[in-house]
């Protein structure tokens, strides 16, 4: 990815019981999920995903799992062949819609900042967001692996759009 885009995970946990707003812990960034960090059902934990392309970052919030599925990998075909692809969120009404204009993908939706992204870049930082999401969250939560089965076809599938396997 060229240094102007950045696009990150994140997890979203309550520090304690009392608290009134999620904190988002970039994904990567987590090796643990904190004692006595609640507000996490096994399956839905609440997650984002952030764009930044310069400027103000765009973060588009939804379950962790579905975003992630649906959201980034599900686009990636699609948008490799220059089409559309619409997320509809599992959490909250509204959507985000993701068009492809020549070598750029934008961005827009309900609750979404718009932003425009290269496309090239903005389809590989998908699929390593799958590819991590695949990765760590069996490793934070035990059990969490058998709620990623409607998210791995949808990473080789992806991945196979873009010619990785």
Do not use: K, N, W
């Not at 006595?36 to 764009?51: C, K, M, P």
């Amino acid at each position: 990815m060229s240094p102007a885009l950045r696009v990150t995970l994140e997890l979203g946990l309550l520090p304690d019981p009392d608290a009134l707003d999620l904190t988002y812990v970039p994904l990567a960034d987590v090796t643990a999920v904190p004692e006595g960090a609640t507000g996490q059902d096994l399956g839905f934990e609440a997650g984002r995903v952030v764009i930044d392309a310069g400027g103000e970052p765009t973060r588009i919030e939804d379950t962790l799992r579905y975003l992630v599925g649906g959201l980034c990998l599900r686009s990636v075909p699609p948008l490799q062949h220059g089409g559309t692809h619409t997320y509809r969120y599992v959490d909250f009404v509204g959507e985000v819609r993701l068009v492809v204009d020549g070598e750029l993908v934008l961005v827009t939706g309900d609750e979404v900042r718009p932003v425009t992204c290269p496309r090239a870049e903005l389809l590989a930082a998908f699929v390593t967001l799958g590819e991590q999401l695949v990765d760590v969250m069996p490793r934070l939560l035990p059990g969490y692996a058998a709620y990623l089965d409607t998210v791995r076809p949808a990473l080789d599938a992806a991945r196979e759009a873009l010619g990785r396997r």
